[in-house]
């Protein structure tokens, strides 16, 4: 952004818990001014609207045509994200969607056919994408750190949240865990398989487990529940060299190197296997994985550049999260191309 230039004009649809933090996010940034923020609370949106000085609004259409918004952020329930993010695309808004992208594939194509027809930017709110451990760990794959890669881990765990979110874990966690997953392994997945369990009481599944296999033969396993009394965010990728761990909470990287020996055990002197070596941590510049993906956005529209997050990445995560759901009620092992249907 040039010093002549004008900040983004930017709004926010839907002031739960996350787009009360994009208002305060475009609200402190250089490249983006907060004009306006929209929600059915009127006392809630007015709230908002009064401590980062900007209009407040019930009504979206008279939003989108009085202020004109450069940029949108989509944070309401996932079944309203293809109205309101059709709106904000037809009002020349470029449009950043919390995930999942949809309620349903569909939806999720029709906008992203919607967004390339009117010329504007969809992003998709992956945030971990954005938390600068996931890019550390990222870099020091690529530098080769670990050699091949065989295996990933991710355990998305904790309390479950204070509000319905209309949707169970697959949709709600595993949607980041597929997206981190397809990232890390620079793979698309091949073959999977799920469980899962509804135990709080609703009509969702509190409690999923995926196994993906990726084309690349990198096999992952995603743990997603609300039942846990702790929050755990925490992603292992293991390969020939040792295993590198990432705490998405505090953003602490960890390495763990092998260390090839030979054994003490007398029947055992002639080989040689894994036993621990050094442990490293990786020093990092530690930051708000929203304000960076917030950044990132402003500057994809201003500069012309790619956003790192698009909207067929959004509908990727979605696809394979919805036949998680599906396939944990098949029993089976289900292909890519395979067809999922729960059993009778």
């Given at each position: ?42 006392d809630g949106a007015e709230a908002v609207g009064m401590k980062f000085a ?77 938390n600068p451990v996931i890019g550390a760990m990222k870099s020091a794959i ?143 510049q530690k930051g708000e994985p929203l304000r960076l993906e917030l950044e ?49």
């Amino acid at each position: 952004m040039t010093e002549s230039q004008e900040p983004l004009r930017a709004a926010v649809v839907g002031l739960g818990w996350m787009g009360a933090n994009h208002a305060r996010v475009y609200a402190e940034l250089p490249s983006t001014s907060l004009v306006a923020v929209c929600d059915i609370d009127r006392d809630g949106a007015e709230a908002v609207g009064m401590k980062f000085a900007c209009n407040a609004y019930t009504d979206l259409a008279e939003m989108l045509t009085r202020e004109a918004p450069d940029i949108v952020s989509v944070a309401v329930p996932t079944d309203l994200h293809h109205r309101v993010g059709t709106m904000a695309i037809h009002h020349g808004a470029n449009v950043l969607i919390e995930k999942p992208i949809a309620a349903t594939v569909a939806d999720g194509n029709q906008l992203i056919q919607l967004a390339s027809e009117r010329g504007v930017r969809l992003g998709v709110g992956h945030v971990e994408r954005f938390n600068p451990v996931i890019g550390a760990m990222k870099s020091a794959i690529e530098a080769g750190v670990l050699g091949r890669i065989f295996q990933i881990t991710i355990r998305r765990i904790g309390p479950k949240p204070d509000r319905d979110r209309g949707v169970g874990v697959f949709l709600d966690l595993a949607t980041h865990d597929i997206d981190l997953v397809r990232h890390l392994s620079s793979s698309e997945i091949d073959s999977f398989a799920s469980e899962a369990l509804s135990v709080l009481g609703t009509p969702h599944e509190d409690l999923g487990i995926g196994l993906l296999r990726m084309r690349n033969r990198v096999l992952a396993v995603i743990v997603e529940n609300w039942v846990s009394p702790t929050k755990v965010r925490e992603v292992a990728v293991t390969g020939q060299n040792g295993m590198l761990v990432a705490d998405t909470i505090t953003q602490d990287l960890f390495q763990y190197e092998n260390d090839y020996r030979a054994t003490d055990w007398p029947a055992m002197r002639n080989l040689r296997g894994m036993s621990e070596g050094r442990m490293i941590r990786h020093r990092l510049q530690k930051g708000e994985p929203l304000r960076l993906e917030l950044e990132a956005f402003a500057r994809s529209v201003i500069e012309g550049v790619p956003f790192p997050v698009t909207g067929n990445d959004g509908l990727r995560a979605l696809e394979l999260a919805l036949r998680l759901r599906t396939a944990s009620q098949a029993d089976k092992i289900v292909g890519e191309s395979d067809e999922v249907s729960s059993p009778c």
